[in-house]
């Protein structure tokens, strides 16, 4: 009996000293559904659409999580930065068709466990027109898109044009329309918003696309929606053998005030890995990094930091692959990451990241419409000094057009950016006390 006892002794403590190690994504993946509740999100899924449309309360709807933090967000009840969030899709093994669709644990009908799906990012992008920029860079680390629509006003509103043609211009080819407060608006009204839905997408790439009507306040088809992202919003194949890039959509410091120095933990990057792996202990280097000014010229100056930790959803994981958001807990001296500083950097391993552009010349494709202004507005080709708002991977800056060719122009940037050469930017500029998504350039060598 002594000699059984022992042998089980050793065995609790291995097994209680791996519980809180962190695993490789490949490692929990194969274990089985517990282990994948906990791993990596393998989609991020943009939500967009005119401001008060109900982005926030859906993404709160589906993860549990209020997106907007931020405390000017809180006070004027519209998102101002990026907003992420993870869910768990999952089916029950009793329900009939669409009814089995959730993201309860357990099945309220029939009280049984559910089968987890997959597990998605939301990225809950700004609708005010004010905060194009940010939607516009947010919508390249999308891989799919829910496009709200208020069943409660009329279709289209301007920023629920500018939010498609940017889809568009992003490349982001599977999106859902979801025609939201349903319970603000009569059958008629929203049968009436519903055509107008359809008449807006007529002649679009997503002319087919499905419109899901839901109530996000009351969580009124929420089923037949997790349905519809499941069937039209696949996920994508990754590459996660080349040389890692990493998107960094936002950058914080998590130290409370008051905190000990020998406490102190370095800043946090968070953003999409598009490609590589991301592991722990792992060197890194961002750019453009900082940006300084020397003999009145600015100079981009990389920055070199080792990876701490990696966690997604709040699990900590010793590598992440391409997939949904991450966190990457660096080295980094909190006091450079803090309020986004560092957004619209990219990560990756030292000497193998894209250029830094200093000036750009690109490849123009205008739209004929300006996008978002109420009135119908003919885009008028460059002009020569003028100044121009782009967007590119997820960065902003400004371009002073210095130079005009045919079917392209060269800018000097206000903020140097990185980026390979052939990505595609978005292109505003200002009318009136706003700038207009006017077209996109692709970026030149």
């Not at 009507?213 to 088809?221: E, F, K, L, T, Y």
């Not at 998590?254 to 933990?265: A, F």
């Not at 400004?398 to 800018?411: R, T």
């Amino acid at each position: 009996m002594a000699e059984k006892k022992n042998t089980k002794q050793p065995k609790k403590k291995l097994e209680k000293k791996s519980k809180n190690k962190p695993k490789k994504e490949s490692e929990k993946v194969s274990k089985g559904k517990i282990d994948l509740e906990e791993s990596q999100p393998v989609i991020n899924i943009g939500l967009v659409g005119h401001v008060d449309h109900g982005k926030t309360t859906l993404t709160e709807q589906l993860s549990g999580k209020w997106t907007d933090t931020h405390s000017e967000e809180l006070k004027r009840g519209i998102t101002i930065r990026l907003g992420y969030a993870d869910a768990s899709f999952r089916k029950c093994p009793k329900c009939k068709g669409a009814e089995g669709f959730t993201v309860k644990k357990i099945c309220p009908k029939h009280e049984v466990q559910t089968t987890i799906l997959r597990k998605v990012s939301f990225v809950d992008a700004p609708g005010h027109e004010s905060l194009m920029a940010t939607m516009l860079s947010g919508s390249t680390i999308m891989d799919g898109a829910l496009l709200l629509v208020a069943a409660n006003e009329n279709c289209p509103q301007p920023q629920t044009r500018e939010h498609l043609i940017g889809l568009e211009i992003a490349g982001i080819k599977n999106i859902v329309i979801v025609q939201n407060k349903i319970d603000m608006a009569s059958e008629e009204r929203t049968l009436r918003n519903y055509n107008q839905i359809k008449e807006f997408l007529k002649g679009t790439p997503y002319e087919n696309t499905p419109i899901i009507p839901i109530s996000a306040q009351h969580g009124v088809n929420i089923n037949y929606l997790i349905e519809a992202i499941e069937e039209f919003i696949p996920t994508p194949k990754r590459n996660d053998k080349d040389d890692p890039i990493m998107f960094v959509a936002r950058s914080f410091d998590i130290n409370k005030p008051g905190i000990s120095p020998e406490k102190l933990k370095g800043g946090v990057l968070g953003g999409v890995l598009v490609k590589g792996k991301l592991k722990v202990g792992d060197k890194i280097e961002l750019r453009p990094g900082h940006v300084v000014e020397e003999q009145n010229q600015q100079v981009a100056k990389p920055i070199f930091a080792k990876i701490t930790s990696v966690i997604t959803g709040g699990t900590p994981l010793s590598e992440v692959g391409p997939g949904g958001s991450v966190g990457v807990l660096t080295t980094l001296d909190p006091s450079i990451v803090k309020s986004d500083s560092l957004t619209g950097n990219i990560v990756g391993a030292p000497g193998k990241l894209p250029p830094v552009w200093y000036n750009l010349i690109l490849e123009t494709h205008l739209l004929e419409r300006v996008v978002g202004a109420q009135e119908e507005t003919v885009v008028d080709p460059i002009k020569l000094n003028e100044i121009l708002m782009l967007n590119v991977n997820s960065a902003s800056t400004v371009g002073f057009v210095n130079e005009l060719g045919k079917n392209q122009f060269k800018c000097k940037l206000k903020l140097p950016i990185c980026a390979e050469p052939g990505s595609k930017v978005t292109i505003s500029r200002r009318i009136g006390t706003r700038f207009r998504l006017i077209g996109y350039g692709i970026i030149k060598e």
